[in-house]
């Protein structure tokens, strides 16, 4: 991932940020040493944000994309009200295996529901159960990112929240040439195109679509 600030700029917003606990510096710098990919991690600046959004929303139920190592997950869920809860999705056996490892540390894991299994098909289950969501966080493979905001944004109330992650996609998004990059630039279209959001994309670390839903 190519930042989009560079690294003096990125070092002052990380330093104005509130600071993330040792828990969290744990899990970052394992996930930093010890698993593939370890970019995918959402970083502490968007994890604060994350954490904000629940909080500020008063979010009781938490829908999250995309598992890996967990950041995001606990940084949503300690947000969360003791009898909130999260059900998160991943494919993942490896990464999830350090997440479930800081759930359970972190005091929070009671809220967290991790279901491992393609998240189309985990949607479809919680749509099935009835299940809403005060916000769902995306970030899972690209190619499905229309998908997955069309079988969620169903499972969320009107006022609910829609956050997306690498929206921006390195700056790829101007210029696209790789399947990722179009998929990205899809992804934004078809979400600045649906009526039943008010939206917002921001330039935090890879970029991040807020979307606010509006009506049904």
Known sequence: MISLIGPDLAAYVDAHTTAES????????????????????VGHVEGALLRILVAVSR????????????????????????DGKLVTCDIDPVATAVARRYFAESGHGHKIDLRLAPALDTLAELAAEGRRFD?????????????????????????????????LWSGK???????????????????AADPRVEHVLLSVRDGVMLARKLRD
């Open 135 to 167: 916000l769902v966080f995306i970030d899972a493979d690209k190619p499905n990112y229309v998908n997955y905001w069309n079988a969620a944004l169903p499972l969320v109330p009107v006022g609910g929240l829609v956050v997306a992650d690498n929206t």
């Open 22 to 41: 040792p828990l969290f510096a744990r899990l970052r710098a394992e996930t930093q040493t010890g698993l593939a990919m370890p970019q995918m991690q």
């Open 59 to 82: 979010a009781r139920d938490v829908l999250e994309i995309g598992t890996f190592s967990g950041y995001s997950a606990l940084a949503m869920a300690s947000a969360l009200p003791d």
């Open 173 to 191: 998004v101007v210029a696209p040439k790789e399947a990722s990059d179009r998929a990205i630039v899809a992804f934004n279209t078809h979400v």
